[in-house]
Protein backbone atom coordinates (compact mmCIF):
# COMPACT_ATOMS: atom_id res chain seq x y z
CA UNK A 1 0.00 0.00 0.00
CA UNK A 2 1.46 3.16 -0.95
CA UNK A 3 2.00 6.34 1.24
CA UNK A 4 0.31 8.87 0.28
CA UNK A 5 2.65 12.52 1.02
CA UNK A 6 1.29 15.58 0.10
CA UNK A 7 3.39 18.53 -0.75
CA UNK A 8 2.14 22.23 -0.29
CA UNK A 9 3.65 24.14 -2.59
CA UNK A 10 2.30 26.34 -5.61
CA UNK A 11 5.00 25.24 -7.81
CA UNK A 12 6.36 21.69 -9.19
CA UNK A 13 10.14 21.81 -8.86
CA UNK A 14 9.91 20.46 -4.95
CA UNK A 15 7.66 17.66 -6.61
CA UNK A 16 9.70 16.94 -9.56
CA UNK A 17 12.60 16.49 -7.62
CA UNK A 18 11.30 13.89 -4.63
CA UNK A 19 9.48 11.87 -7.45
CA UNK A 20 13.15 11.56 -8.96
CA UNK A 21 14.79 10.92 -5.81
CA UNK A 22 12.18 7.91 -5.07
CA UNK A 23 11.21 7.12 -8.17
CA UNK A 24 12.93 3.06 -7.29
CA UNK A 25 10.33 3.13 -4.93
CA UNK A 26 6.63 1.88 -5.45
CA UNK A 27 5.22 2.69 -2.18
CA UNK A 28 5.47 6.41 -2.08
CA UNK A 29 2.92 8.38 -3.78
CA UNK A 30 4.00 12.39 -4.44
CA UNK A 31 0.71 14.60 -4.63
CA UNK A 32 1.24 18.18 -4.78
CA UNK A 33 -1.55 21.08 -3.52
CA UNK A 34 -1.54 24.60 -2.65
CA UNK A 35 -2.72 26.11 0.54
CA UNK A 36 -6.24 27.13 -1.12
CA UNK A 37 -6.44 23.39 -0.98
CA UNK A 38 -5.70 22.52 2.38
CA UNK A 39 -8.80 21.36 3.68
CA UNK A 40 -9.04 18.72 0.87
CA UNK A 41 -5.62 17.50 1.93
CA UNK A 42 -6.25 16.91 5.45
CA UNK A 43 -9.59 15.00 4.21
CA UNK A 44 -7.16 12.33 2.76
CA UNK A 45 -5.15 12.01 6.00
CA UNK A 46 -1.93 11.79 4.50
CA UNK A 47 1.19 9.60 5.62
CA UNK A 48 3.38 12.82 5.50
CA UNK A 49 2.56 16.49 4.77
CA UNK A 50 6.06 18.63 3.37
CA UNK A 51 5.82 22.90 3.15
CA UNK A 52 7.72 24.46 1.24
CA UNK A 53 7.74 27.80 2.90
CA UNK A 54 9.30 29.86 -0.51
CA UNK A 55 6.04 28.40 -2.23
CA UNK A 56 3.90 29.63 -0.40
CA UNK A 57 2.34 33.02 0.31
CA UNK A 58 0.19 32.09 3.65
CA UNK A 59 1.85 32.41 7.16
CA UNK A 60 3.71 29.34 7.54
CA UNK A 61 3.50 28.89 11.53
CA UNK A 62 -0.96 29.39 10.58
CA UNK A 63 -0.78 26.62 8.06
CA UNK A 64 1.10 24.14 10.33
CA UNK A 65 -0.90 25.09 13.58
CA UNK A 66 -3.96 24.45 11.01
CA UNK A 67 -2.96 20.76 10.29
CA UNK A 68 -1.57 20.40 13.77
CA UNK A 69 -5.46 20.95 15.29
CA UNK A 70 -7.18 19.04 12.67
CA UNK A 71 -8.62 15.75 14.77
CA UNK A 72 -7.64 13.69 11.62
CA UNK A 73 -3.87 14.52 10.96
CA UNK A 74 -2.96 15.06 14.69
CA UNK A 75 -0.35 12.30 14.13
CA UNK A 76 0.51 13.31 10.81
CA UNK A 77 4.10 14.51 10.74
CA UNK A 78 4.93 17.44 9.41
CA UNK A 79 8.45 19.01 7.19
CA UNK A 80 8.84 22.65 6.66
CA UNK A 81 11.80 22.97 3.49
CA UNK A 82 13.15 27.20 4.24
CA UNK A 83 15.37 29.48 3.08
CA UNK A 84 15.32 31.40 6.19
CA UNK A 85 17.85 30.42 8.39
CA UNK A 86 17.24 32.41 11.44
CA UNK A 87 17.05 30.75 14.53
CA UNK A 88 14.16 31.92 16.05
CA UNK A 89 11.73 31.02 12.60
CA UNK A 90 12.98 27.92 13.21
CA UNK A 91 12.38 27.68 16.93
CA UNK A 92 8.74 28.96 16.33
CA UNK A 93 8.15 26.54 13.18
CA UNK A 94 9.30 23.56 15.65
CA UNK A 95 6.97 25.21 18.67
CA UNK A 96 3.91 24.44 16.04
CA UNK A 97 4.75 20.85 16.58
CA UNK A 98 6.73 20.53 13.04
CA UNK A 99 8.80 17.38 13.39
CA UNK A 100 11.46 18.59 10.69
CA UNK A 101 13.00 21.82 9.00
CA UNK A 102 15.11 20.97 6.57
CA UNK A 103 17.07 24.31 5.19
CA UNK A 104 17.36 25.25 1.32
CA UNK A 105 18.85 24.89 -0.74
CA UNK A 106 18.18 21.00 -0.35
CA UNK A 107 20.79 18.46 0.08
CA UNK A 108 18.90 15.38 -1.85
CA UNK A 109 20.39 12.41 0.31
CA UNK A 110 19.48 14.54 3.55
CA UNK A 111 15.79 15.24 2.38
CA UNK A 112 15.30 11.18 1.44
CA UNK A 113 16.54 9.50 4.39
CA UNK A 114 14.31 12.53 6.07
CA UNK A 115 11.63 11.30 4.60
CA UNK A 116 11.92 7.57 4.99
CA UNK A 117 12.76 7.77 8.51
CA UNK A 118 9.26 9.45 9.02
CA UNK A 119 7.29 7.25 7.57
CA UNK A 120 9.09 4.57 9.40
CA UNK A 121 8.52 5.68 12.60
CA UNK A 122 4.88 6.46 11.79
CA UNK A 123 4.41 3.16 10.97
CA UNK A 124 5.77 1.67 14.30
CA UNK A 125 3.17 4.60 16.34
CA UNK A 126 0.42 3.60 14.03
CA UNK A 127 1.05 0.10 15.56
CA UNK A 128 1.55 -2.11 12.83
CA UNK A 129 0.51 -5.67 14.20
CA UNK A 130 3.89 -7.67 14.87
CA UNK A 131 2.59 -11.16 14.01
CA UNK A 132 1.26 -10.24 10.26
CA UNK A 133 2.87 -6.68 9.63
CA UNK A 134 -0.46 -5.50 9.01
CA UNK A 135 -1.60 -1.94 10.07
CA UNK A 136 -3.47 -1.91 13.27
CA UNK A 137 -6.79 0.27 14.65
CA UNK A 138 -5.42 3.39 13.79
CA UNK A 139 -4.96 3.20 10.37
CA UNK A 140 -8.30 0.90 9.65
CA UNK A 141 -10.35 3.76 11.39
CA UNK A 142 -8.17 6.23 9.14
CA UNK A 143 -9.24 4.24 6.25
CA UNK A 144 -12.65 4.27 6.71
CA UNK A 145 -13.42 7.96 7.79
CA UNK A 146 -10.71 8.85 4.61
CA UNK A 147 -12.98 7.13 2.24
CA UNK A 148 -16.45 8.74 3.41
CA UNK A 149 -15.02 12.09 4.09
CA UNK A 150 -14.35 11.86 0.31
CA UNK A 151 -17.37 10.71 -0.41
CA UNK A 152 -16.36 6.99 -1.93
CA UNK A 153 -18.11 3.78 -2.50
CA UNK A 154 -16.51 1.01 -0.98
CA UNK A 155 -17.00 -2.54 0.80
CA UNK A 156 -15.28 -3.47 3.55
CA UNK A 157 -14.55 -7.12 4.48
CA UNK A 158 -14.81 -8.02 8.15
CA UNK A 159 -13.45 -11.53 8.43
CA UNK A 160 -12.41 -13.58 11.38
CA UNK A 161 -11.48 -17.47 12.22
CA UNK A 162 -14.61 -19.72 13.33
CA UNK A 163 -13.70 -22.55 16.03
CA UNK A 164 -10.31 -21.07 16.63
CA UNK A 165 -10.74 -21.09 20.15
CA UNK A 166 -11.27 -24.55 20.37
CA UNK A 167 -7.58 -25.15 18.00
CA UNK A 168 -5.64 -23.43 20.33
CA UNK A 169 -6.86 -25.36 23.02
CA UNK A 170 -5.98 -28.24 21.34
CA UNK A 171 -2.63 -27.73 19.33
CA UNK A 172 -1.30 -24.13 21.47
CA UNK A 173 -1.21 -20.80 20.71
CA UNK A 174 2.30 -20.88 18.25
CA UNK A 175 0.38 -22.95 16.29
CA UNK A 176 -2.63 -20.57 16.36
CA UNK A 177 -0.21 -18.03 15.66
CA UNK A 178 0.82 -19.74 12.26
CA UNK A 179 -2.80 -19.95 10.83
CA UNK A 180 -3.29 -15.97 11.79
CA UNK A 181 -0.26 -15.26 9.33
CA UNK A 182 -1.55 -18.08 7.17
CA UNK A 183 -5.12 -16.04 6.85
CA UNK A 184 -3.11 -12.64 6.61
CA UNK A 185 -1.16 -14.59 3.40
CA UNK A 186 -4.71 -15.54 1.84
CA UNK A 187 -6.27 -12.06 2.53
CA UNK A 188 -3.69 -10.25 0.86
CA UNK A 189 -2.97 -13.09 -1.99
CA UNK A 190 -6.51 -11.88 -2.94
CA UNK A 191 -7.02 -8.65 -2.50
CA UNK A 192 -3.84 -7.38 -4.21
CA UNK A 193 -4.92 -9.80 -7.31
CA UNK A 194 -8.11 -7.55 -7.11
CA UNK A 195 -8.86 -4.67 -10.03
CA UNK A 196 -7.83 -1.36 -8.12
CA UNK A 197 -4.88 -0.22 -7.05
CA UNK A 198 -6.92 1.30 -3.37
CA UNK A 199 -7.06 -1.59 -1.61
CA UNK A 200 -6.39 -2.22 2.03
CA UNK A 201 -6.16 -5.20 4.65
CA UNK A 202 -5.39 -4.40 8.10
CA UNK A 203 -5.32 -6.60 11.32
CA UNK A 204 -7.58 -4.94 13.77
CA UNK A 205 -6.31 -7.94 16.38
CA UNK A 206 -6.13 -11.94 16.95
CA UNK A 207 -7.99 -13.54 14.70
CA UNK A 208 -10.50 -10.63 13.39
CA UNK A 209 -8.93 -9.08 10.01
CA UNK A 210 -10.55 -6.08 8.20
CA UNK A 211 -10.08 -5.50 4.16
CA UNK A 212 -11.49 -2.44 2.31
CA UNK A 213 -11.66 -2.26 -1.30
CA UNK A 214 -12.99 0.26 -4.17
CA UNK A 215 -14.53 -2.48 -5.93
CA UNK A 216 -17.75 -3.14 -4.63
CA UNK A 217 -18.80 -6.37 -6.40
CA UNK A 218 -16.57 -8.35 -4.19
CA UNK A 219 -18.46 -11.81 -4.46
CA UNK A 220 -14.75 -13.28 -6.00
CA UNK A 221 -12.36 -11.86 -3.53
CA UNK A 222 -14.37 -12.93 -0.62
CA UNK A 223 -14.87 -16.69 -2.96
CA UNK A 224 -11.16 -16.76 -3.86
CA UNK A 225 -10.24 -16.37 0.22
CA UNK A 226 -12.13 -18.84 1.42
CA UNK A 227 -10.75 -21.47 -1.68
CA UNK A 228 -7.24 -20.63 -0.94
CA UNK A 229 -8.29 -20.93 3.33
CA UNK A 230 -10.27 -23.57 3.44
CA UNK A 231 -7.66 -26.12 1.27
CA UNK A 232 -4.49 -24.91 3.31
CA UNK A 233 -5.68 -24.79 6.56
CA UNK A 234 -5.71 -28.59 6.81
CA UNK A 235 -1.91 -28.63 7.07
CA UNK A 236 -2.35 -27.17 10.49
CA UNK A 237 -4.57 -30.33 11.68
CA UNK A 238 -3.23 -33.64 12.48
CA UNK A 239 -4.24 -36.36 9.89
CA UNK A 240 -6.51 -38.32 12.65
CA UNK A 241 -8.11 -34.84 13.45
CA UNK A 242 -8.60 -34.10 9.47
CA UNK A 243 -10.11 -37.03 8.90
CA UNK A 244 -12.95 -37.16 11.70
CA UNK A 245 -13.29 -33.47 10.68
CA UNK A 246 -13.63 -31.68 13.92
CA UNK A 247 -11.29 -31.84 17.04
CA UNK A 248 -12.81 -32.84 20.93
CA UNK A 249 -12.18 -30.25 23.35
CA UNK A 250 -13.16 -31.23 27.61
CA UNK A 251 -15.26 -28.59 28.54
CA UNK A 252 -15.14 -27.14 32.09
CA UNK A 253 -17.08 -30.19 33.65
CA UNK A 254 -13.95 -32.35 31.67
CA UNK A 255 -17.29 -33.48 29.01
CA UNK A 256 -15.50 -33.75 25.72
CA UNK A 257 -17.23 -31.48 23.54
CA UNK A 258 -17.32 -31.87 19.48
CA UNK A 259 -16.09 -28.69 17.34
CA UNK A 260 -15.67 -28.89 13.62
CA UNK A 261 -12.07 -27.40 11.81
CA UNK A 262 -11.20 -23.87 11.91
CA UNK A 263 -13.27 -22.11 9.29
CA UNK A 264 -13.26 -18.00 7.70
CA UNK A 265 -16.12 -16.20 8.42
CA UNK A 266 -16.42 -12.91 5.63
CA UNK A 267 -19.18 -10.22 6.49
CA UNK A 268 -19.19 -7.93 3.71
CA UNK A 269 -20.48 -4.15 4.17
CA UNK A 270 -21.27 -2.17 0.67
CA UNK A 271 -21.03 1.38 1.57
CA UNK A 272 -22.57 3.04 -1.26
CA UNK A 273 -22.13 6.97 -1.59
CA UNK A 274 -24.12 8.86 1.33
CA UNK A 275 -25.32 5.26 3.37
CA UNK A 276 -23.25 6.15 6.16
CA UNK A 277 -21.73 9.37 8.40
CA UNK A 278 -19.20 7.66 10.37
CA UNK A 279 -17.22 4.31 11.03
CA UNK A 280 -19.50 4.10 13.99
CA UNK A 281 -22.38 2.99 11.44
CA UNK A 282 -20.25 0.98 9.84
CA UNK A 283 -19.48 -1.14 12.69
CA UNK A 284 -23.24 -1.29 13.54
CA UNK A 285 -24.17 -3.22 10.46
CA UNK A 286 -20.77 -5.31 10.44
CA UNK A 287 -21.73 -6.77 13.83
CA UNK A 288 -25.28 -7.88 11.79
CA UNK A 289 -23.78 -9.02 8.71
CA UNK A 290 -21.06 -10.84 10.52
CA UNK A 291 -23.05 -12.57 12.86
CA UNK A 292 -25.26 -14.19 9.84
CA UNK A 293 -21.84 -15.48 8.34
CA UNK A 294 -20.49 -16.73 11.56
CA UNK A 295 -23.93 -18.86 12.31
CA UNK A 296 -23.67 -20.36 8.58
CA UNK A 297 -21.65 -24.05 9.33
CA UNK A 298 -18.00 -24.27 7.31
CA UNK A 299 -16.33 -21.21 5.77
CA UNK A 300 -18.43 -18.54 4.37
CA UNK A 301 -19.62 -14.81 3.36
CA UNK A 302 -22.21 -12.54 3.59
CA UNK A 303 -22.70 -9.54 1.69
CA UNK A 304 -24.82 -6.53 3.21
CA UNK A 305 -26.42 -4.53 0.24
CA UNK A 306 -29.36 -2.45 1.30
CA UNK A 307 -29.09 0.80 0.25
CA UNK A 308 -30.37 4.40 2.22
CA UNK A 309 -33.82 3.98 3.75
CA UNK A 310 -34.03 0.40 2.33
CA UNK A 311 -34.74 -2.40 4.51
CA UNK A 312 -33.44 -5.30 1.96
CA UNK A 313 -30.41 -7.09 2.21
Known sequence: ?????????????????LV?????????????????????VLKNIPALIIINEDGIEDDIIKLCNEIRTNEDNSITPIIVISSNKEKQHRIEILQACV??????PIDEE????????????????????????????VQIQAEMKKRLLNKEEFAILYLDLDNFKAYNDVYGFLNGDEIIKFTARCI?????????????????GGDDFVAISPNINCE???????????KGVVKYFNEEDVE???LEVPNRKCVLEQ???????????????????????????????????????????IIDRRKIHSEEA
Open 1 to 17: MAQEIYLIDDGNELKNK
Open 20 to 40: QLFKAEKDYKFKKAKTTQIEN
Open 99 to 104: EHYIKA
Open 110 to 137: YLYYTVKNVIRLLDTNRRVSPLTGLPGN
Open 188 to 204: LNHMHDAEGEDNFVGHI
Open 220 to 230: EICQNIILEFD
Open 244 to 246: KGY
Open 259 to 301: FPLTSISIGVVIADKGRFHNVLEIGEVAAQVKHMAKITPGSSY
